[in-house]
Every structure is written in structure tokens, then in C-alpha cells.
């Protein structure tokens, strides 16, 4: 059976499967260690994933994000996933910036609906001056809303984290999406340094790191286990940590990728909730395709949000009553605001 390293087991049981993990930000996950965790008999992984999840979560919680594009389509790079990038031919119009009012109105939307924390996501390299003048003036309105802010806007220069952090941003979300090894066969007009770069930016402004990554992109399971070290090793590792499941476009490179198991999906949820235990691990993308049984065993594997709303960005997504339904048959209630691990 496989052992892990003493330093991540707080116990004086002689088999590490009888103890509760307990890493912390300053303990370090090799990517031989997190394999050895994906290799697990299906059972123990989830037993020790559920066991680190009630150290520290409501295992009955999921926290509640509602995600809207506030810039869509037109994206000058070349991410083999991505329906809004210019270059692919997906049927997705380069669209104008949302207003103020339509956002707000958005967003009072999810509030009444029971969502924490409100998501906007722009397809841009990255924000320029007149972008971040803009997005200050939404953010500062949404979190007058009394909702948790995030966004997802690109790369960032020096300075625009600050200036979102000062308009109430409360996590800025760029996602690593795979292993620095496997990166290069989905992304070559950024690189993976470029994406760590932008993480740093918003950690040194005080701002909680929202990343994590996309699977079934014909990524090998030690590249999912690449993937979960890096964030892992961030230090601190990502307040949340969205686990997308890819979603095939037509007319993107990616699309025809052969389809991920969907218990090695389950297998990179409860690995991510081990070595993450504080993190809020979100199932993300690919949802929609999603049974009820398999989005059960995610939760059960510590997956503990989710984005509730009937689309994300440009995809489809299962609709609030879908999941008010799924939520009453598994007896799960929606994270407030002020309770739990929600900062």
C-alpha cells in the first residue's frame, strides 16, 4: 500500500489511511505524492478525502457562485478550450462590454437566487487602463450588493491588482489549467510563468487567489497530479479552486479529445481536497454533463461549490431548479455569507 510522507499525517496510527490528513500551507506536495494519493483504492481516497473535508468544512455546505461574461468573444489568444478566442470558428460574437446596469441587474438576480458570491469574466489577454476604469466602478457596485466579488480578466500588469482590490474585489480567479509540462499542447500565446506571474500580482495585493484547472484535455493522470502540486505548492495554496471537466466546442482544437472516466474526475476532486483542506474546491465546467449520482460523489469527495446559474460564460450549465431539486434529495444547504471557510 502506498505511504505518504509523516509530516502530512497528524497521527500515531501505523497506516496512514486511519488518520485525518492535516497539510498546511507550509507543507509541500511532491507530484509523486499526489500520484500516490490518484492511486489509491477508490474507497480509501474518498474516505480519507471526506475525513480531511470535516476537519475543516460543513460537509453539508456548498457555496454558491453565480459567473456571468461581461465581455464576450473576440480573445486574441490560443487556448485550444476556448470558445471565445478569435482565432476559432465556434459561432461565439465578438461582443461589446456589458453596462453597469446590466451586470447590477445580473447580480441582484443571483442574490435573490441564493448566490454568495458573484464571477465576471472578460476574454482578454489582459485589461488595459480604460478596462480596469471600467471594471472598478462594477465591481464597487456588485459588492455594494453585499455579494463576494470575483473576476477573471487576464493577465495583469503592475498596479491593476491594487486598484481592483481597492474597488472591492475579493478574489481575482486565473486559472494554471494544467500540469507547466502539458501546458504547451493547449496554450503557446502565453506562457506558463505568465499565469504564476499574475497569481504573485494578486497575492502581494492582499487579494484571495481563486485558480485551478481544466481535466480531460487528453492530459495524462500524471499531469492532473502536476497540476494539483503546483496549486498546492502556491504558498498559500488557492482560497478556491475550480476543477473543470472539459467541455468540447466545436470548431476548437480540443474538440473529439477522448472523454476523462468519470471516477478519475471524482479522483482529482477528492486529491485536490487533500492536499487543499481549507480551500473551497469547486466543480466548475462541465457540470451540465454531469449525472446527479457523479456530482454526489464529488461532494462527497470534497467538492464544497459550485457555480449555480443557467450558464457560465458562453456554456450551458444546470439550471437553479435542477439544483435546488439535487440539493433537497442529498440534504445540502447553501454556504452564507460569514459561516463556514467563506472569507
Known amino acids: 500500500m502506498n505511504q505518504l510522507t509523516s509530516n502530512k499525517i497528524n497521527c500515531d496510527a501505523t497506516h496512514p489511511l486511519d488518520c485525518t490528513t492535516v497539510s498546511s500551507n507550509s507543507v509541500s506536495w511532491t507530484v509523486v505524492e499526489i500520484e500516490m494519493l490518484l492511486d489509491l483504492p477508490f474507497n480509501d481516497l474518498i474516505y480519507r478525502a471526506q475525513m480531511v473535508h470535516r476537519q475543516h468544512h460543513d460537509p453539508n455546505a456548498i457555496q454558491l457562485s453565480t459567473l456571468i461574461s461581461v465581455k464576450t468573444g473576440g480573445c486574441p489568444e490560443d487556448c485550444g478550450y476556448c470558445p471565445q478566442a478569435a482565432r476559432y470558428h465556434t459561432g461565439i460574437q465578438n461582443l461589446d462590454m456589458l453596462s453597469l446596469e446590466e451586470v447590477v441587474m445580473t447580480a441582484k438576480i443571483a442574490k435573490e437566487r441564493g448566490a454568495s458570491r458573484f464571477c465576471m469574466g472578460a476574454a482578454w489577454r489582459g485589461p488595459k487602463q480604460r478596462d480596469i476604469d471600467k471594471?472598478?466602478?462594477?465591481?464597487?457596485?456588485?459588492?455594494?450588493?453585499?455579494?463576494?466579488?470575483?473576476?477573471?480578466?487576464?493577465?495583469?500588469?503592475?498596479?491593476?491588482?491594487?486598484?481592483?482590490?481597492?474597488?472591492?474585489?475579493?478574489?481575482?480567479?486565473?486559472?494554471?489549467?494544467?500540469?507547466?509540462?502539458?501546458?504547451?499542447?493547449?496554450?503557446?500565446?502565453?506562457?506558463?510563468?505568465?499565469?504564476?506571474?499574475?497569481?504573485?500580482?494578486?497575492?502581494?495585493?492582499?487579494?484571495?487567489?481563486?485558480?485551478?484547472?481544466?481535466?480531460?484535455?487528453?492530459?495524462?493522470?500524471?499531469?492532473?497530479?502536476?497540476?494539483?502540486?503546483?496549486?498546492a505548492n502556491l504558498g498559500p495554496y488557492p482560497e478556491s479552486v475550480p476543477i473543470n471537466n472539459l467541455v468540447q466546442i466545436v470548431g476548437t482544437p480540443l474538440h473529439g479529445a477522448e472523454t476523462l472516466d468519470p471516477l478519475e474526475f471524482v479522483r482529482t476532486i477528492a486529491t485536490a481536497r487533500i492536499s487543499m483542506p481549507k480551500a473551497m474546491v469547486r466543480l466548475s465546467a462541465g457540470r451540465q454533463e454531469m449525472s446527479e449520482v457523479l456530482q454526489a460523489l464529488c461532494f462527497l469527495a470534497g467538492a464544497n461549490s459550485i457555480f449555480y446559474g443557467d450558464t457560465l460564460l458562453t456554456t450551458d450549465n444546470p439550471g437553479v431548479e435542477q439544483d435546488k431539486l439535487l440539493f433537497r434529495k442529498l440534504g445540502l444547504h447553501a454556504l452564507q455569507l460569514g459561516s463556514g471557510n467563506v472569507l
Open 135 to 231: 471594471m472598478t466602478e462594477i465591481i464597487s457596485a456588485v459588492k455594494a450588493l453585499g455579494l463576494q466579488t470575483c473576476a477573471t480578466l487576464g493577465m495583469l500588469k503592475s498596479g491593476q491588482a491594487e486598484q481592483l482590490r481597492e474597488a472591492g474585489l475579493d478574489y481575482y480567479n486565473h486559472n494554471l489549467d494544467t500540469a507547466s509540462e502539458f501546458y504547451d499542447e493547449i496554450i503557446k500565446t502565453h506562457g506558463y510563468q505568465d499565469r504564476l506571474d499574475t497569481l504573485q500580482k494578486v497575492r502581494g495585493a492582499g487579494m484571495n487567489v481563486c485558480s485551478g484547472g481544466i481535466v480531460g484535455m487528453g492530459e495524462t493522470r500524471q499531469a492532473r497530479a502536476g497540476l494539483i502540486a503546483q496549486l
